[in-house]
């Protein structure tokens, strides 16, 4: 069965400071790998996804991930993050076409996001 | 551009009482889901529904049922709702396979049970 682990509950950076979100994740093939971001009182939105192909992908709102197959990792980044970047962040698990829990995601715990200014 | 619409957006109910949290989509999306939110938890998933006229159990199914309606709208019902299920539910639908299971969800529907 697919899982993944978001190893920081919270994260506190200041405004313009680089950020890094951590994601591992267990799964048997070439999984598809998802960021998304929640602001309070809201539904996800989706940063970006990675399915095949080029392993550092690039999202909305100047995020980036690098897919590591070797370390089975999938961590989010951005260079300079800013104060409306506050929010929750949950990394997603989908299994590839034919396998038996395709179109479903599994999230992890997700990690909260606090800007200082 | 509505996109994924949920209702009710909040709801409070005492225990043993019964209620349906209704969804649609207006994207014409072939797959719809239903989650639950829950602190230091993430999303797990409840039911879903691979295409129209089909339903399966997620990760965690107990005291619930779904009903996929039609293409566009999939409830999910609390027969007697009980206080363990005080949660944040949120429905999504996903254009199915071929997509590799992006989501689109909605706004959620805070539930809880008293």
């Known amino acids: 069965a697919q899982s993944v682990t978001q190893p920081d509950i919270h994260i506190t950076v200041s405004e313009g400071a680089s950020l890094e979100l951590r994601c591992n994740y267990s799964?048997?093939?070439?999984?598809?790998l998802f960021w998304y971001v929640q602001s309070p009182g809201q539904g996800l939105q989706l940063l970006l996804k990675?399915?095949?192909?080029?392993?550092l992908v690039q999202g909305i709102k100047g995020f980036e991930a690098e897919f590591k197959r070797s370390q089975s990792s999938f961590n989010l980044r951005k260079p300079s993050v800013h104060w409306s970047d506050a929010a929750e962040y949950f990394c997603?698990?989908?299994?590839?076409?034919?396998?038996?829990?395709?179109?479903?995601?599994?999230f992890g715990q997700g990690t909260i996001l606090t800007v200082h200014p | 551009n509505a996109g994924v619409t949920q209702t009710p957006k909040f709801q409070v109910l005492k225990t043993g009482q019964s209620m349906t949290l209704q969804c649609a989509q207006d994207m014409n999306h072939n797959s719809m889901y239903w989650y639950r939110q829950d602190p230091g938890m993430g999303l797990r998933l409840i039911y879903y529904s691979a295409s129209e006229g089909t339903t399966d159990k997620g990760e965690v199914p107990n005291g619930y049922n779904v009903s996929r309606l039609n293409k566009r709208e999939f409830s999910l019902r609390l027969e007697s709702a009980a206080p363990s299920q005080t949660s944040v539910y949120f429905c999504?639908?996903?254009?199915?396979?071929?997509?590799?299971?992006?989501?689109?969800f909605g706004e959620g529907s805070r539930l809880t049970v008293l």
């Open positions: 997603a698990v989908g299994a590839g076409a034919g396998g038996t829990s395709y179109g479903k995601l599994t």
């Open positions: 799964y048997g093939a070439t999984p598809y």
């Open positions: 999504a639908s996903s254009e199915g396979r071929g997509w590799g299971g992006e989501l689109f």
């Open positions: 990675y399915f095949s192909g080029d392993t």
